[in-house]
C-alpha cells in the first residue's frame, strides 16, 4: 500500500522549519553585522598605518580635504567606502586650526584626535560631531590618534 503524508505530518514539519528558520535568521544576521564592523576597523587600521608613515615624513603631506582624501585612497588602492557603501569620513586637524571646531568630540566636548579624524557613520549613515550624541553610538571611529579604532559605544574616552 502506498501511503502518503497527511496534513498534520506536513504542518509538523513547516512547524518545525519554521522554527529553525526563526532561531537561524537572527543569528546569521549578527555575524553579519560584527563582519561588516570589522571590516570597517580593518579598513581604518590600514588608512591609520598609511597616515602614521606620512606624519613620520611630512605631516603637511596629509590629504586637505575630504575630496583629497577621497584622490588619496582611490591612488593607493585604499577602500574609499566602509561595509554599510558610505564614504568614509575625513578631516584634517593638523595646521588647520578653523577645522577644530568640525571635529570629533569625546564627553567633556575636546576633539579626540589631534591630526586627522576619519570615522565611518555606520550601519545608519547618519553622525554628530558630539560622540555622546545617539547617532554617532555606531560610528566606527579612529581615536587618540590611532591608539583606538573600534566602536563609539566601546570608546573608553566616554
Same mark, same amino acid.
Given at each position: 500500500?502506498?501511503?502518503?503524508?497527511?496534513?498534520?505530518?506536513?504542518?509538523?514539519? +513547516?512547524?518545525?522549519?519554521?522554527?529553525?528558520?526563526?532561531?537561524? +535568521?537572527?543569528?546569521?544576521?549578527?555575524?553579519?553585522?560584527?563582519?561588516?564592523?570589522?571590516?570597517?576597523?580593518?579598513?581604518?587600521?590600514?588608512?591609520?598605518?598609511?597616515?602614521?608613515?606620512?606624519?613620520?615624513?611630512?605631516?603637511?603631506?596629509?590629504?586637505? &580635504?575630504?575630496?583629497?582624501?577621497?584622490?588619496?585612497?582611490?591612488?593607493?588602492?585604499?577602500?574609499?567606502?566602509?561595509?554599510?557603501?558610505?564614504?568614509?569620513?575625513?578631516?584634517?586637524?593638523?595646521?588647520?586650526?578653523?577645522?577644530?571646531?568640525?571635529?570629533?568630540?569625546?564627553?567633556?566636548?575636546?576633539?579626540?584626535?589631534?591630526?586627522? &579624524?576619519?570615522?565611518?557613520?555606520?550601519?545608519?549613515?547618519?553622525? +554628530?560631531?558630539?560622540?555622546?550624541?545617539?547617532?554617532?553610538?555606531? &560610528?566606527?571611529?579612529?581615536?587618540?590618534?590611532?591608539?583606538?579604532?573600534?566602536? +563609539?559605544?566601546?570608546?573608553?574616552?566616554?
Amino acid at each position: 500500500m502506498n501511503r502518503g503524508f497527511t496534513l498534520i505530518e506536513l504542518l509538523i514539519g +513547516v512547524l518545525i522549519a519554521g522554527i529553525i528558520a526563526a532561531i537561524a +535568521v537572527p543569528m546569521i544576521q549578527q555575524q553579519l553585522a560584527e563582519s561588516a564592523e570589522s571590516v570597517a576597523i580593518a579598513d581604518i587600521g590600514i588608512i591609520v598605518s598609511k597616515f602614521d608613515a606620512i606624519l613620520k615624513e611630512s605631516p603637511d603631506s596629509l590629504p586637505e &580635504d575630504q575630496a583629497a582624501f577621497d584622490a588619496y585612497c582611490q591612488t593607493a588602492g585604499l577602500k574609499c567606502t566602509d561595509p554599510w557603501h558610505n564614504p568614509y569620513q575625513y578631516l584634517r586637524l593638523f595646521n588647520r586650526p578653523g577645522n577644530e571646531n568640525q571635529a570629533r568630540k569625546d564627553h567633556n566636548l575636546h576633539p579626540i584626535n589631534t591630526y586627522f &579624524d576619519l570615522y565611518s557613520k555606520g550601519p545608519d549613515g547618519n553622525s +554628530v560631531k558630539a560622540l555622546t550624541g545617539g547617532p554617532s553610538q555606531d &560610528d566606527i571611529i579612529c581615536a587618540n590618534d590611532g591608539a583606538y579604532i573600534g566602536t +563609539v559605544s566601546s570608546y573608553p574616552g566616554l
